[in-house]
């Protein structure tokens, strides 16, 4: 009998210990079939043809939880080949599964690809959109938003609802008709129209006294805009993944690519409210609105439209050093507060990048440091895995502006894993840049206006305390804005022009980040269904 008993007790041990294991083995997994088509849409109140996924414009939101892990089919039913790249995602590892033509071939018209990977430790909104030609102009873009886990908690006050804008300039014209301009030599005007969620008559029905959490992202391919909600202060609470200081604003600029979230408390009377965007640094000013409804309300909102303020209120050195992450934040890693200081690491590396308006073989193009990108038909990731010759060149972008004529060409940076490099984009032209790098959050430690150089005093100004840990980052007219970012991220890495059409023709860089140990703690084999082009072919 004792032994019955004892063999039964065994024997629950097993069963608990093997259950224990095989439910904590790996994270929960989300799988989506995307089918993308092109259709017809009036965003504007114009027929065109867009790009849809699974028939909806924009495409279907991903709502994910930290370290879940993501698996995308895309089925390409358009006629070009087709990428999606997964703006803010950090690739940890990863990097085959980023999306852009330096690290996957694209998926052939009437073919499809699996994308898998995990958004380890991140918490925030981030979106998708396609990364090929000007594809993105045309729509297949979407929200991409990750909540924190039930056992972590948030540093900001509870709120009842969760609302995803995706507010962005829109061009009648399709992605064909814009190539063929830049390719004949003109720059693109100014865009048609603003859209929020695809279209120009967005209403949101709420609850007087409840909290919304407003994820807004400036999906467009170029312009500044300034948000903001008739009679509601917007609390900041997260950027990009990164929470901060919870500082309250009127309207807040999100420029090209940048993401937030804001608490917003329907304090008012109940009426309807207007929700606006607006262009900045443009002449004329395009404006689009939306209608925040209280529930139960039939009163049209008041005129006139709220206006944005006449001073800039985004994240100047000033503004800065008063934006603080909470030190509970449980933003991506490193955690920019707490453990991390990164103001007290040494730069091993400085690059400056100027970009610049050229021509090239009397063609208008775009170039950093006097190269203008050009993509191979080999990815740089399968030709630096496969080292294969002649696809790009290992360090052929100098670290500070030449001398001499730009030239088209392909090349990376080349760095080592886990540098800690200070990147200064210097922006020679009259219109605001906007940059973004894949697979890394940084540290904006500060601007200026003119010339970046080497000036111990100019350095003494950087914010190395508490900077706001970003992975997009504007670029004023004629100025300069300095990043440091800790390079623990192995891979092949896009840094890029988030004006579209400039990125299109010249304006990006790849950084390789790299180490000599092959070990799968650093970075991933190559994916068993990688596709293969140009001078990489599967064996």
């Not at 790009?392 to 090349?411: C, E, H, Q």
């Not at 500060?446 to 080497?454: A, E, F, K, R």
């Not at 400039?502 to 596709?531: F, H, M």
Request: charge should be neutral; include cysteine.
């Amino acid at each position: 009998m004792k032994e019955a008993t004892l063999l039964q007790f065994l024997l629950g041990i097993i069963v608990c210990s093997t259950l224990f294991f095989c439910t904590n083995a790996e994270d929960p997994y989300l799988f989506y079939t995307w089918e993308v088509t092109y259709g017809a849409r009036a965003p504007l109140g114009v027929p065109q043809q867009v790009i849809l996924i699974n028939n909806q414009f924009p495409g279907p939101p991903i709502e994910a939880v930290t370290n879940n892990n993501i698996v995308v089919n895309v089925i390409n039913h358009l006629d070009e080949p087709f990428l999606i790249t997964w703006h803010g995602i950090m690739q940890r590892r990863t990097s085959w599964q980023d999306g852009v033509l330096g690290t996957n071939c694209p998926i052939p018209s009437h073919s499809n690809w699996t994308y898998k990977f995990q958004v380890k430790d991140q918490i925030g909104t981030f979106m998708y959109y396609p990364s090929t030609i000007m594809h993105r102009a045309s729509g297949g873009f979407g929200a991409f938003n990750i909540n924190q886990r039930s056992v972590i908690s948030i540093p900001y006050p509870a709120f009842d609802e969760d609302v995803t804008l995706l507010v962005g300039d829109w061009y009648i014209k399709g992605h064909k008709a814009l190539e063929k301009q830049l390719d004949s030599g003109l720059d693109l005007p100014l865009p048609d129209g603003l859209l929020i969620n695809g279209g120009s008559n967005f209403t949101l029905t709420g609850q007087k006294g409840k909290t919304y959490k407003f994820r807004v992202t400036n999906v467009g391919i170029s312009t500044s805009i300034n948000f903001r909600i008739q009679g509601h202060p917007m609390t900041l609470v997260e950027v990009e993944g990164c929470h901060t200081l919870q500082e309250v604003y009127e309207s807040i600029d999100i420029h090209a690519g940048q993401s937030i979230a804001v608490l917003v408390t329907l304090h008012g009377s109940v009426k309807d409210y207007f929700i606006v965007a607006s262009t900045r640094f443009t002449k004329p000013i395009l404006t689009t609105t939306g209608i925040l409804r209280y529930q139960g309300s039939q009163t049209p909102p008041s005129l006139p439209l709220p206006v944005a303020p006449t001073y800039h209120v985004h994240w100047s050195m000033k503004h800065a050093r008063t934006i603080r992450m909470n030190l509970t934040a449980n933003a991506a890693r490193p955690n920019p507060q707490g453990s991390f200081h990164y103001g007290a690491i040494k730069v091993v590396r400085t690059i400056l990048l100027a970009n610049e308006k050229v021509e090239i073989n009397d063609k208008l193009r775009y170039a950093v440091n006097g190269i203008s990108y050009v993509d191979p038909a080999t990815p740089l990731k399968l030709a630096d895995w496969f080292n294969i010759p002649g696809v790009f060149v290992l360090n052929g972008t100098k670290d500070a502006p030449p001398s001499g004529p730009p030239t088209l060409g392909a090349s990376a940076f080349g760095l080592t894993l886990h540098d800690f490099v200070e990147i200064v984009f210097q922006n020679t032209e009259k219109t605001i840049q906007s940059w973004h790098l894949d697979g890394y959050n940084f540290f904006v430690a500060g601007y200026g206006g003119g010339n970046w150089t080497t000036d111990v005093r100019r350095r003494k100004r950087y914010n190395l305390v508490d900077a706001v840990s970003r992975n997009t980052v504007q670029v004023y007219p004629k100025s300069w804005t300095s990043i440091l970012v800790s390079l623990d991220n192995k891979g092949m890495w896009n840094l890029r022009s988030q004006t579209w059409s400039k990125r299109y023709l010249g304006q990006e860089v790849y950084l390789r980040v790299w180490n000599d140990e092959k070990s799968l703690y650093t970075e991933t084999d190559i994916p068993p269904n990688a596709l293969f082009c140009g001078k990489a072919v599967q064996s």
